[in-house]
């Protein structure tokens, strides 16, 4: 079965960088769009970036857009979010999911907290 | 980007009853929308894409309708598992967008 897992959230000050992972299993890694979507503590969904199959195309949200790097290795299966210039509103559970538009399958999260 | 708006805030239910949650989008979609339904504690999980198509598993008492601006996720019996927030998402164009979300609860 499709199984997504996030990992390297933890506590970091304003304006230091935080790079998190998720592996992925249960399918063939390499064929799927795959995106970061973040959740504030007791907020809605907003989505972060994709990027496409292959890594030639990346697309982020304006909230991120010049500081947040999305990136992927087909060969470690494996989706990156290096996330730069963080800033305390950047406080969230961050989930990964597969898909090129809409997102059929999500991991369970990795919570980052910006504060000094 | 392309705001979504979803109506209601919250929607109390009693088990057994139809629901119907609302959200539109600021600017044509098409039919590229998305609904989403999250338990505390849990990811999202997909219930509806294309408007009105429902992702592998998901029960038939889920329906999604409408395209353009405005769209309908109708819950045809409330059973005690549904009662959750829901979400619509369009991916019609970048960067996607989410609704702010509808909370089903227990009447």
């Known amino acids: 079965q499709v199984q997504l897992v996030e990992s390297g959230g933890g506590v970091v000050q304003p304006g230091r960088s935080l790079r998190l992972s998720c592996a992925a299993s249960g399918f063939t890694f390499s064929s799927f769009g795959m995106h970061w979507v973040r959740q504030a503590p007791g907020k809605g969904l907003e989505w972060v970036a994709l990027?496409?199959?292959?890594?030639?195309?990346?697309f982020y949200g304006d909230s991120v857009r010049g500081r947040f790097t999305i990136s992927r290795d087909n060969s470690k299966k494996t989706l990156y979010l290096q996330m730069n210039s963080l800033r305390t509103d950047d406080t969230a559970l961050y989930f990964c999911?597969?898909?090129?538009?809409?997102?059929?399958?999500w991991g369970q999260g990795t919570l980052v907290t910006v504060s000094s | 980007e392309i705001v979504m708006t979803q109506s209601p805030a919250t929607l109390s239910v009693s088990l057994g009853e139809r629901a119907t949650l609302s959200c539109r989008a600021g600017q044509s979609v098409s039919s590229n929308l998305a609904w989403y339904q999250q338990k505390p504690g849990q990811a999202p999980r997909l219930l509806i894409y294309g408007s009105s198509a429902r992702a592998t598993g998901i029960p038939a008492r889920f329906s999604g309708g409408g395209s353009g601006t405005e769209f309908t996720l109708t819950i045809s019996s409330l059973q005690s598992e549904d009662f959750a927030v829901y979400y619509c998402q369009q991916y019609d164009s970048w960067p996607l967008t989410f609704g702010g979300g509808t909370r089903v609860e227990i009447k």
């Open positions: 999911a597969r898909g090129s538009r809409e997102l059929d399958n």
């Open positions: 990027i496409s199959y292959d890594g030639t195309n990346e």
